[in-house]
T-cell receptor, first 115, second 113 residues
Framework: EAGVAQSPRYKIIEKRQSVAFWCNPISGHATLYWYQQILGQGPKLLIQFQNNGVVDDSQLPKDRFSAERLKGVDSTLKIQPAKLEDSAVYLC?????????????FGPGTRLTVL | AQSVTQLDSQVPVFEEAPVELRCNYSSSVSVYLFWYVQYPNQGLQLLLKYLSGSTLVESINGFEAEFNKSQTSFHLRKPSVHISDTAEYFCAVSSSGNTPLVFGKGTRLSVIA
């Protein structure tokens, strides 16, 4: 079975520029998560989708971050404008429906460097 | 709110020696507990998990962890480590179903030949 796909793997931008990341979850997984992993820390949830609806975006900095999952499959995460502190690895994960105690499967991540 | 504390940021150990990576959690509700491993330049991989039942859970590559409710701990152990076990290990907790994981800061295990 194919895993969670993410692209690009690496991105370098200057502050105040915008950037977008893409994630394709495992086929059939209704729940999709975006996590931010800053160097030296554990991943922190940004947003959780169930199909194409948002379940939890309480930790998403909505003034600059946005995410969508229009058809309930793949998802994009956007940052506009980027700040230096957004430098991190952005991880996408997916899991089966709510009700199945959660094994989340992670993609390889996108490493963002903001200069 | 839930939280996870990994007491050691770095653990160096000689090859074939035993290792224990410590994890304590805080939660006001029942929890599911996980250990994920992250090899250099790779994503997180599930190592093992505790959902219910036996408090001792094992992975296919020789790691084991024991859920201790009274001590709110889920320490990871391996009796004999290999060079290939060098990686970052993250302990995580969730409260139910597919709620988001709350991660600790990670422990970097370095196995020395």
């Amino acid at each position: 079975e194919a895993g969670v796909a993410q692209s690009p793997r690496y991105k370098i931008i200057e502050k105040r520029q915008s950037v977008a990341f893409w994630c394709n979850p495992i086929s059939g997984h209704a729940t999709l998560y975006w996590y931010q992993q800053i160097l030296g820390q554990g991943p922190k949830l940004l947003i959780q989708f169930q199909n194409n609806g948002v379940v939890d975006d309480s930790q998403l900095p909505k003034d600059r971050f946005s995410a969508e999952r229009l058809k309930g499959v793949d998802s994009t995460l956007k940052i506009q404008p980027a700040k230096l502190e957004d430098s991190a690895v952005y991880l996408c994960a997916s899991s089966l429906d709510i009700g199945h105690p959660g094994t989340q499967y992670f993609g390889p991540g996108t490493r963002l460097t903001v200069l | 709110a839930q939280s996870v504390t990994q007491l050691d940021s770095q653990v160096p150990v000689f090859e074939e020696a035993p290792v224990e990576l410590r994890c304590n959690y805080s939660s006001s509700v029942s929890v599911y507990l996980f250990w994920y491993v992250q090899y250099p330049n790779q994503g997180l991989q599930l190592l093992l998990k505790y959902l219910s039942g036996s408090t001792l859970v094992e992975s296919i590559n020789g790691f084991e962890a024991e859920f201790n409710k009274s001590q709110t701990s889920f320490h990871l152990r391996k009796p004999s480590v290999h060079i290939s076990d060098t990686a970052e290990y993250f302990c995580a907790v969730s409260s139910s179903g597919n709620t988001p994981l709350v991660f600790g800061k990670g422990t970097r295990l370095s196995v020395i030949a």
